[in-house]
T-cell receptor, first 114, second 113 residues
Framework: GENVEQHPSTLSVQEGDSAVIKCTYS??????FPWYKQELGKGPQLIID?????GEKKDQRIAVTLNKTAKHFSLHITETQPEDSAVYFC?????????????FGDGTTLTVKP | DSGVTQTPKHLITATGQRVTLRCSPR?????VYWYQQSLDQGLQFLIQ???????AKGNILERFSAQQFPDLHSELNLSSLELGDSALYFC????????????FGPGTRLTVL
């Protein structure tokens, strides 16, 4: 089955700096890669996603890049703010009948220090 | 607020017992997913239902079962509970069986003593 590795497990940055979280996946049939933000006491919330036919996607301060050949994708947050502090999860999913079956990384706890 | 509701918020029970977790998807969503989030294993996909039928299965134990009812709400039944079943259980919903986005509920925290 799919295996997703996420690094680092914890990340601490100063407000205004950039943060990068990286994930690798094993199943070459995976074609959808979402990123979730989970705040304390809440469920994960989708913040950005990318499909395998796209190399990069940006939404304001957040961007995701995908290298399908190397099977890795990354989340980039620029101009970090204290409210960006949360746990971030990457995931990988394939299409077809197993489309619902997402495999998640173990999460990265991001702390943005004011 | 994602529009997905889960009850109860917290559940404390003893080993060997059986519990039922309930999920109501967003209005109009036909697909429901169940996830288990524990400290040592992260977020694990358990099972997906689409319009009442099982669609995909993950690492769901035989002691666990789920169903989706005609009104589209779903229940996750956990039986013969063990200490290791203590976790957060999330339900998510989407409009399609192969969606772009899943909307997560606030979760049910299960503690098995």
């Amino acid at each position: 089955g799919e295996n997703v590795e996420q690094h680092p497990s914890t990340l601490s940055v100063q407000e205004g700096d950039s943060a990068v979280i990286k994930c690798t996946y094993s199943d070459s049939a995976s074609n959808y890669f979402p990123w979730y933000k989970q705040e304390l006491g809440k469920g994960p919330q989708l913040i950005i996603d990318i499909r395998s036919n796209v190399g990069e996607k940006k939404d304001q301060r957040i961007a995701v890049t995908l290298n399908k050949t190397a099977k890795h994708f990354s989340l980039h947050i620029t101009e970090t703010q204290p409210e960006d502090s949360a746990v971030y999860f990457c995931a990988a999913r394939r299409g077809g009948t197993n489309a619902g079956k997402s495999t998640f990384g173990d999460g990265t706890t991001l702390t943005v220090k004011p | 607020d994602s529009g997905v509701t889960q009850t109860p918020k917290h559940l404390i029970t003893a080993t060997g017992q059986r519990v039922t977790l309930r999920c109501s998807p967003r209005s109009g969503d036909l697909s429901v997913y169940w996830y288990q989030q524990s400290l040592d294993q992260g977020l694990q996909f358990l099972i997906q239902y689409y319009n009442g039928e099982e669609r995909a299965k993950g690492n769901i134990l035989e002691r666990f079962s789920a169903q989706q009812f005609p009104d589209l709400h779903s229940e996750l039944n956990l039986s013969s509970l063990e200490l290791g079943d203590s976790a957060l259980y999330f339900c998510a919903s989407s409009d399609l069986p192969s969606p772009n986005e899943q909307f997560f509920g606030p979760g049910t925290r299960l503690t098995v003593l």
